[in-house]
């Protein structure tokens, strides 16, 4: 069983920079593949970025402007989100499972909270 909290979340203008954290309880967290989804208004939740043993894969909307980092130690990923733009505003959530690099949300059993991201024009 693993629990997920977001954080870092807000306003920011486009061109802004913001991180976000979610902090993994339970055991064996390096062991679980790490993803960040996110989901604006009226909008399915799409795939943002994903870290684990195959590396890193990320959404091509944002390649280039986010990265994903992960602390083993301190049991938290990272979400790095630079050159924000306004279609970046949405509902951001950590997801967390035992499969290898997949970028379906179906593939993911444990989410968190999500941390509310507003960039404004």
């Known amino acids: 069983q693993v629990q997920l909290v977001e954080s870092g979340g807000g306003l920011v203008q486009a061109g802004d920079s913001l991180r976000l954290s979610c902090a993994a309880s339970?055991?064996?967290?390096?062991?679980?593949?790490m993803a960040w989804f996110r989901q604006a208004p009226g909008n399915e939740r799409d795939f943002v970025a994903v870290?684990?043993?195959?590396?890193?894969y990320y959404a091509d909307s944002v390649k280039g402007r986010f990265t994903i980092s992960r602390d083993n130690a301190k049991n938290t990923v990272y979400l790095q989100m630079n050159s924000l733009k306004p279609e970046d505003t949405a509902v951001y959530y950590c997801a967390a499972d035992m499969v290898y690099f997949s970028s379906d949300r179906a593939k993911y059993h444990y989410w968190g909270q999500g941390t509310q991201v507003t960039v404004s024009s």
């Open positions: 870290i684990g043993w195959g590396g890193e």
């Open positions: 339970g055991r064996s967290f390096s062991s679980y593949t």
